[in-house]
């Protein structure tokens, strides 16, 4: 089984977009990139980096439909995006892992 290479978003300066050093606010971005890694095997090696400055984006997080959009548009790579409660419960993660599916989570906090 193919094992991809795990990304570290930092230090700070790591990627830098507009100028703004964005490493420590890249999680989606570099997790993503790894399990594109994963997914195709070592297919496609897109870096966290690439990722983040493609969004074009420079302030704050990204969200998952912001990297699914760039690997969509730049890598040629189909994502699903789900949203709502309950839509990846635990059991639903331990089948994705257990099949050696990678797959992204992001939580927002309430307000």
Not at 48 to 73: E, F, H, M, W, Y
Not at 87 to 93: E, L, N, R
């Amino acid at each position: 089984m193919y094992i991809a290479t795990n990304q570290h978003e930092g230090p700070l300066c790591h990627c830098v977009v507009n100028g703004r050093c964005v490493g420590w606010i890249s999680c989606t971005a570099y997790g993503m990139a790894t399990a594109t890694d994963q997914s195709t095997a070592g297919g496609t090696k897109p870096t966290g980096c690439a990722l983040r400055k493609a969004t074009g984006d420079s302030v704050g997080g990204q969200s998952i439909n912001q990297i699914a959009t760039v690997l969509g548009n730049s890598y040629g790579i189909r994502v699903e995006v789900y949203t709502g409660s309950n839509v990846a419960t635990p059991a639903y993660c331990y089948r994705r892992l257990a099949a050696g599916r990678p797959f992204a989570l992001q939580a927002a906090l309430p307000p």
